[in-house]
């Protein structure tokens, strides 16, 4: 029964549930689920970029080439590649992961508005970078074993990305008894100097980073220790790392949503270690950790983990290693 004393209480409760119910609201369910198939016999995109006029989406796949989303009559067509030892006659829909060294395996995307640039890393060969007509990549800094991620700082246009181990590569993961180890590290490129620095290093798994839009911070997940933290580069922190959350699954790529100071984390959710069913979701939050939304991805994405949650002009794009389409979801 509400006696006066308790009223502000409840009344508090109400509050928070409005909150929720406003939050959940503005975002959405994201129920409608439409996709965008990859070329016959391809698989695994696991990034989605848009350039200027949110052209694309670009996307990174298997085989070692970077796609390019033409509309729903045209589909994907071949946009860039990232070394010169690729043919199409070899490497055009190989699954062999043996090939990624000669084909080329790009994972990542983030495009620069401001140069018309498309920024890539590939597991093999290095960070790369090529303009808007596409075609072979230009490699800024190789000798990696395996680079996974990649983000742009749009304040300054530093690099960030994320070397997931100095021992092994992306083929040795698939191999029977692999363990990961924790020597991912988070580096940064800068485009004026050319130089790289060393920012974190002891990472586990290699999980993508997000640069916040004001370039205060970077998100960086650790894939098989389930943990995001925050890793300031301005302010009285600078330098400094502070863990924000344990999300309940394996956190990989972590991207900017629409609203300015949130984030969307692509989780799997018994991937490391592995249970016998995974459930893919996404998770939104905000820049202290707080987790906003989450969106299940099982009915579509059915025991296959996803790399990546990109929001774009109000839709989820959602990939996958184990996939041959990226999925679409809208309100
Ligand atoms: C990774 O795979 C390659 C090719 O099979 C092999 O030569 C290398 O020894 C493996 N590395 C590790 C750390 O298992
Ligand atoms: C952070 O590191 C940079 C480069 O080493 C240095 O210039 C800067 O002063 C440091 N900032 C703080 C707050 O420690
Ligand atoms: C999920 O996938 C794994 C291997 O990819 C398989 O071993 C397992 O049986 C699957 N689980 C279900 C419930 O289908």
Do not use: H
Request: hydrophobic share 40%.
């Amino acid at each position: 029964m509400a006696t006066p004393q308790m009223l502000p209480t409840s009344l508090l409760y109400v509050f928070i549930a409005l909150l929720y119910v406003f939050s959940t609201v503005v975002s959405g369910q994201f129920n409608i689920f439409s996709k965008y198939d990859l070329p016959t016999g391809v698989s695994g995109p696991t990034s989605a970029a848009f350039g200027a006029l949110s052209k694309g989406p670009f996307t990174t796949v298997n085989d070692g080439r970077i796609l390019k989303w033409l509309g729903s009559r045209i589909g994907f067509v071949d946009f860039a590649y990232t070394t010169s030892t690729r043919s199409k006659k070899l490497c055009d829909g190989t699954t062999d992961p043996d090939l990624g060294p000669v084909c080329g395996r790009p994972l990542a995307l983030s495009y620069q508005q401001s140069t018309s640039l498309l920024y890539i890393v590939d597991a093999y060969f290095g960070l790369l970078v090529v303009g808007p007509l596409g075609g072979l990549a230009n490699q800024l800094v190789g000798g990696f074993k395996f680079l996974t991620e990649v983000d742009v700082n749009l304040i300054n246009g530093d690099v960030y990305f994320i070397d997931a181990s100095l021992t092994y590569e992306l083929r040795n993961i698939t191999q029977p008894g692999f363990t990961g180890d924790a020597t991912g590290r988070l580096l940064r490129y800068n485009p004026v100097n050319k130089q790289v620095s060393v920012l974190l290093s002891g990472l586990n798994g290699g999980g993508g980073p997000a640069v916040s839009s004001d370039g205060r911070f970077v998100m960086v997940p650790e894939i098989t220790v389930m943990r995001i933290s925050k890793y300031w580069l301005a302010g009285p922190k600078a330098n400094t790392t502070e863990l924000l959350l344990n999300p309940s699954g394996n956190p990989n790529k972590i991207k900017r949503a629409g609203r300015v100071g949130e984030f969307w984390v692509a989780v799997s959710i018994g991937n490391y270690p592995r249970r016998p069913l995974i459930e893919p979701q996404g998770v939104r939050i905000n820049s202290d950790g707080v987790v906003l939304q989450t969106v299940s991805f099982a009915t579509q994405f059915f025991n296959r983990s996803v790399t990546l949650v990109q929001e774009q002009g109000g839709k989820l794009y959602v990939g996958s290693p184990r996939t041959t389409y990226i999925g679409i979801y809208s309100n």
